[in-house]
């Protein structure tokens, strides 16, 4: 049972996220379609605290195998939305 | 029916697997001498003398092995670019013939800031030819780190890609007035040129392709690798072209390498291993090396395992908690039949991962022990010998190991029972043993002590040889291999307005052993928030990188301290973990 939500909302959700996971990040204003890892300057453990938080807090699973699958804003979205 | 078929068909693609080169650990230990090893290396034509470059490629170029791939890189968006030993002689002799072009020369000080990318690779070897010291520094530094180590170590040339100096250097440049060359290499994303700099490829490719490398003394410095200390500055520890003999020896005995292998070291070069086992001793070996630009990814990983045929694979142990995490599956729907050979070293592998590797591999991973200042694996688990799972093996041919405890008065004194705690010693002599801390002749001098170089970690031999990691000697953090030192992380903290002071300490974490945390307290005026620590975590990744900053913080009314005025961070350590606070005579009373 997932919850019900707009791409609107999913893409403030995994803001906030990031700017958790990332302190520091300038969520604002990146390129939907750049990768997270080189804009924000994330190493692997940083992915792994983002995919985790984002699991647990959008209610999505999020194999290892799909964590590339969430390294640009787009397609983040769009793996969230289809789950 | 269907599995048994798959089953034969993976036997009958399997490779016959080499014997071992150490065979037989006791013998090769008591036949072992390092002038026998340094018989392996061919040493500058006309007994010129020894110089790395020459033993990891031009030899190399010059012979049968001319043709075989010497270094292939995997882009990050998946393209391979293959580069031989004939091809790399050519190009690092164009970069040797462009630093004498600027006047750079033996002696003076190389620096790299990149991703892997072959660049990177060129000015390693091209550096090593024109006698000159390489080092490379660690692309998720922040520009403190950055720039601390370039000016302890003097930096007269930079090469960078346009991205890390647009975001890293060009804010620090005017700090930096020995800086007079940097050479930036063009990225699709960013202008064309940069003002202030030059133009990799048009630079390299204005140079000759031939260039002979100059009579080198094998005492000569070759590499400044940095490493963190408890207190101050980042160290930065010399190492010399004989070194290589080290390399090359320890390439061949504890990672196993045959001609035929393809060989994966994930280490980036900005660490000791990326440089010492993911470009050096590969080279001198004439085997074929994987370099991967991208960061970890299991599935990517995986792939790249299978793809690229790799025999011998040198990992660290965060990378492989992290690929248990993601399950043994995805490593079965592989065929990596052709994995021969599996190392880690960075931090100790606990026995679970050992257990683990070999279900899912079929073979295990061998944990191996050494240094920044070590140069290379001095104790290793070995193809032939059994593992004990949570052990890092047994001493090197030509190594001598102990366990010593200081005696206080500056000497100290060997532990001989079997598992008795105490500080891992190693006799010197090795060729890769750094030769100084530079500019720092004192620190240097405190590394030995009565005939032993003292290596800062504790550890156990148990009565079989086998020695065990039993954690740090002092208060430096291990995280995700990397060794981070407290006082750089206290120092960035300190910059910030609010903080009044700062203690750092490492916590510890299933994936990465530890975790760089920060106890805070504030400064009148400032109430402690979520919000506050948020930007205090962040105002310290933006100076320092995601590899050395602070990922967890804590406020407190005050920090315990001696009462000279040092933060006692085992103290700290000791409350957040709920251990015995040990030995409180010195803390200063209140705290």
């Known amino acids: 049972m997932t919850v019900a939500r707009t791409p609107d909302e999913v893409r403030a959700k995994i803001a906030d996220i990031l700017r958790r996971t990332v302190p520091g990040a300038q969520v604002e204003g990146l390129d939907p379609k750049a990768d997270l890892r080189d804009e924000l300057d994330m190493d692997s453990l940083d992915v792994l605290n983002f995919a985790t938080a984002l699991s647990h807090e959008l209610e999505v699973s999020v194999p290892e195998s799909d964590y590339s699958e969430l390294m640009t804003l787009e397609r983040c979205t769009a793996y969230v939305l289809s789950k | 029916m269907l599995s048994t078929v798959r089953h034969q068909q993976i036997e009958k693609a399997r490779p016959i697997r080499p014997a071992p080169n150490l065979a037989n650990y006791e013998r090769a230990r008591n036949a072992f001498t390092w002038a026998e090893a340094r018989r392996e290396l061919d040493g500058l034509p006309g007994g010129a003398g020894l110089n790395i470059a020459h033993e990891c490629v031009d030899r190399h170029a010059a012979g049968p092995a001319r043709d075989r791939v010497a270094l292939r890189f995997v882009r990050k968006p998946g393209t391979v670019e293959e580069m031989t030993f004939a091809q790399l002689a050519e190009a690092s002799a164009r970069f040797a013939n462009g630093l ?11 620096f790299t800031l990149a991703g892997r990318i072959p660049a990177l690779y060129l000015a390693a070897i091209g550096t090593l030819k024109a006698r000159s010291v390489f080092t490379t520094l660690f692309s998720a530094f922040g520009p403190e780190p950055i720039q601390s180590r370039m000016k302890l170590g003097r930096a007269r ?24 060359h940097v050479i930036v290499v063009a990225e699709h994303r960013e202008p064309a040129r940069t ?10 490719s ?15 410095p070759a590499l400044l690798h940095f490493t963190s200390g408890t207190t101050g500055k980042p160290k930065g520890a010399v190492h010399v072209h004989e070194a290589a003999v080290a390399h090359h020896i320890t390439g061949k005995l504890a990672l196993d390498f045959h001609a035929d292998d393809i060989y994966w070291c994930t280490a980036d070069p900005g660490w000791v291993t990326g440089t010492s086992y993911g470009i050096i001793a590969p080279l001198t070996n004439g085997v074929t090396s994987l370099v991967d630009e991208a960061e970890f990814e299991t599935s990517r990983w995986y ?11 040198y990992t660290a142990p965060t990378a492989i908690r992290m690929l248990m995490r993601a399950g043994a599956e995805q490593a079965k729907a592989r065929d990596l039949s052709r994995l021969r050979f599996l190392a880690s070293v960075g931090e100790p592998l606990n026995p679970e991962a050992v257990v683990w590797s070999a279900a899912t591999f079929g073979r295990p991973f061998h944990d191996n022990w050494w240094q920044t200042e070590t140069g290379g694996i001095l104790i290793a688990n070995y193809a032939s010998l059994d593992i004990r799972p949570g052990s890092m093996g047994k001493p090197l041919p030509g190594i001598e190991a102990g366990i010593v405890r200081r005696t206080g008065d500056g000497g100290v004194e060997e532990i001989l029972e079997p598992d008795v705690e105490g500080e891992l010693a190693i006799r010197p002599g090795w060729p890769s043993m750094f030769r100084a801390y530079l ?5 240097y001098q405190e590394s030995f002590a009565a005939g032993w170089y003292l290596s ?3 550890a156990r031999r148990d009565r079989d040889g086998y020695y065990w990691f039993v954690g740090r000697g002092d208060d430096v953090i291990k995280s995700a291999g990397h060794l981070i030192g407290p006082f750089e992380v206290e120092s960035a ?24 945390k920060a106890f805070v307290s504030l400064k009148p005026g400032f109430e402690s928030s979520s919000e506050l620590s948020r930007e205090l975590l962040g105002f310290a990744r933006k100076r320092l990188g995601p590899a050395v900053a602070p990922r967890e913080l804590a406020f407190a009314e005050a920090l315990p301290r001696t009462r000279s005025g040092k933060i006692m961070r085992r103290l700290l350590r000791a409350r957040e973990l709920g251990l015995p606070e040990g030995d409180l005579s010195t803390l200063e009373s209140g705290a």
């Open chain 2, 303 to 313: 792939r790249l395992l299978e793809e690229q045929n790799v025999t011998v694979w």
């Open chain 2, 195 to 204: 003002p202030g700099t030059i133009d990799f490829d048009e630079w390299l």
């Open chain 2, 157 to 180: 040339v930079l090469v960078t890609t346009a991205s890390l100096y647009r975001k890293k250097v060009a804010g620090i440049r005017d700090e930096l007035p020995e800086l007079e």
């Open chain 2, 206 to 220: 204005a140079q000759s392709p031939e260039f002979a490398i100059a009579p080198t003394d094998p005492e000569e």
């Open chain 2, 100 to 110: 004498r072009s600027l006047g750079v020369g033996a002696g003076e000080h190389v």
């Open chain 2, 456 to 458: 800062g970690d504790i």
């Open chain 2, 439 to 443: 500019g720092d002749p004192d620190r």
């Open chain 2, 493 to 516: 903290l300190m910059e910030h307005p609010a903080v009044a002071e700062a203690g750092v300490i490492g916590v510890p974490d299933p994936v990465a052993m530890e975790l760089v």
